[in-house]
C-alpha cells in the first residue's frame, strides 16, 4: 500500500494566519492527489482535487501544491471556520489511501 | 444537489454480516458514469477506504479486507449497498458513503485523467459487540 505521512499531526494557528499542512507519499502518484476538511461529526468536504485545481464554491484562500511525493496544503489568512481536520488522499493506486490527518486549532 | 444518505443497523454482532445502504438523490446513479465508494473511520481515527462500484456494476475493494466486502449499485432504487462479512470489533466505525469522479484535468500543461471523492454523505456509525 502508498504510505500517506502527514505533518504536522496537529497545528495552533491565529485568525489570519498562513497554515501549510505536508503529505508526503512512499511512491510517486504524479499530481494523482486530493485534500479534505473534515469537521466533527460531518462528511470530509472536498477542498483541492489532482494536487492544485481548487473545487468549485471552495474560498481562494486555500491553495494546493506538489507532485511526485510532496505535496502541500497551504490556508492563507486562516479564518474561523477553517478549524478543522484536513486529510490528504492518493488515488493512483489501489488500494486507494488517506494520509493520518492534520488537526488545526485556534491559538 | 447531489445529496447522499447512509443507513444501517447501528449494532452488529461479531460473526454476523453488516449491511449498509447509501440512499442516492439529485442525480440518477444509472445515467451518471462516476463510481460510488465506501469510506469508514474507526473512533477517534483516519479515514480508510473500503471499495468502490462503477456504473457498469463492477467493483474494486480495499485488499486489507481480504475478500470479506461487496459493494453494489441497486439502479432501480438509486442506491449503492456495502456488505461485510464476518464483522470483529475492529470494524466499529462510522461509515461514509461518496461519489467518486473520475475526469481529465490539465496539470501542468499536461492532460492527467484522475479521481477525487466529491460528496459524502454524513455517515452512520455501527458498532460490533455481543
Known amino acids: 500500500d502508498i504510505q500517506m505521512t502527514q505533518s504536522p499531526s496537529s497545528l495552533s494557528a491565529s485568525i489570519g494566519d498562513r497554515v501549510t499542512i505536508s503529505c508526503r507519499t512512499s511512491q510517486s502518484i504524479s499530481s494523482h492527489l486530493n485534500w479534505y476538511q473534515q469537521k466533527a461529526g460531518k462528511g470530509p468536504k472536498l477542498l483541492i482535487y489532482a494536487a492544485s485545481s481548487l473545487q468549485s464554491g471552495v474560498p481562494s484562500r486555500f491553495s494546493g501544491s506538489g507532485s511526485g511525493t510532496d505535496f502541500v496544503l497551504t490556508i492563507s489568512n486562516v479564518q474561523p471556520e477553517d478549524f478543522a481536520f484536513y486529510y490528504c488522499q492518493q488515488t493512483y493506486f489501489i488500494p486507494i489511501t488517506f494520509g493520518g490527518g492534520t488537526r488545526v486549532e485556534i491559538k | 444537489q447531489l445529496q447522499l444518505q447512509e443507513s444501517g443497523p447501528g449494532l452488529v454482532k461479531p460473526s454476523e454480516t453488516l449491511s449498509l445502504t447509501c440512499s442516492v438523490s439529485g442525480a440518477s446513479i444509472s445515467e451518471s458514469s462516476d463510481s460510488w465508494a465506501w469510506i469508514r473511520q474507526p473512533p477517534g481515527n483516519g479515514l480508510e477506504w473500503i471499495g468502490s462500484?462503477?456504473?457498469?456494476?463492477?467493483?474494486q475493494n480495499n485488499p486489507s479486507l481480504r475478500g470479506r466486502v461487496i459493494v453494489s449499485a441497486n439502479m432501480s432504487r438509486n442506491q449503492v449497498s456495502l456488505r461485510l462479512t464476518s464483522v470483529t470489533a475492529a470494524d466499529t466505525a462510522l461509515y461514509f458513503c461518496?461519489?467518486?469522479?473520475?475526469?481529465?484535468?490539465?496539470?501542468?500543461?499536461?492532460?492527467?485523467?484522475?479521481?477525487?471523492?466529491?460528496?459524502w454523505g454524513q455517515g452512520t456509525p455501527v458498532a460490533v459487540s455481543s
Open positions: 462500484v462503477s456504473y457498469t456494476g463492477s467493483g
Open positions: 461518496a461519489r467518486q469522479v473520475g475526469r481529465e484535468v490539465v496539470v501542468g500543461g499536461s492532460l492527467l485523467t484522475t479521481v477525487w471523492f466529491d460528496t
